[in-house]
């Protein structure tokens, strides 16, 4: 499935590029998934066998309406090959590749209590500038790593919570009893 969201995915990016349209062609096509995520009538309709190809394509100008063509020929043709399924992870698959063409850089920053806005912050600009990047940044609290922080960049991440070092010491100290 995940090959096949990809291969989906790259080819809605690839026409919405040659438009000029990336950036309508992903707000509307998240602003559609956010609705089937919303809406479990609107998602058992686009979903459900029930419904024949010709009613669900006849629905989509009526649900999207002043979408852009690109998008509402590219939904008509998941529909027609019975692939709406795989709409969420397309989506997820064309935000990576917007990323990537816009060279933003998804950071996810984790805490065990809140962060005071000013050290998030200083953190992202201090990220964007060693990455050449623009951050999209993301913050959670986890009070389980108890101290530090756990921050993800991209695919890589930098564990500096107090949880991790107790964890290495433990194994240290295992080590050194064997």
Do not use: C
């Not at 920053?109 to 623009?134: K, V, W, Y």
Request: no cysteine; proline share 4%; charged share 30%.
């Amino acid at each position: 499935m995940e090959e096949i969201a990809k291969v989906y995915a790259r080819s809605l990016f690839e026409v919405a590029r040659e438009q000029g349209k990336l950036d309508l062609v992903r707000e509307q096509l998240g602003q559609f998934v956010d609705a089937l995520n919303e809406n479990r009538e609107l998602a058992v309709f686009f979903f459900s066998p029930y419904f024949s190809v010709k009613e669900k394509q006849e629905a989509l100008p009526r649900v999207l309406q002043d979408a852009d063509p690109i998008l509402l020929n590219f939904l008509s043709l998941l529909i027609e090959k019975h692939r709406m399924p795989v709409i969420f992870r397309i989506r997820d698959a064309f935000e990576r590749m917007w990323e990537e063409e816009n060279r933003v850089l998804p950071v996810e920053i984790t805490s065990a209590i809140e962060l005071d806005p000013g050290t998030i912050e200083s953190l992202a600009r201090q990220i964007g500038e060693r990455a050449g990047r623009t951050v999209k940044l993301a913050t959670r609290v986890d009070p389980e790593i108890l101290g530090g922080l756990v921050v993800r960049v991209g695919n890589s991440i930098l564990d500096a919570s107090i949880r991790n070092r107790l964890e290495q010491l433990r194994r240290h100290v295992a080590q050194g009893a064997s």
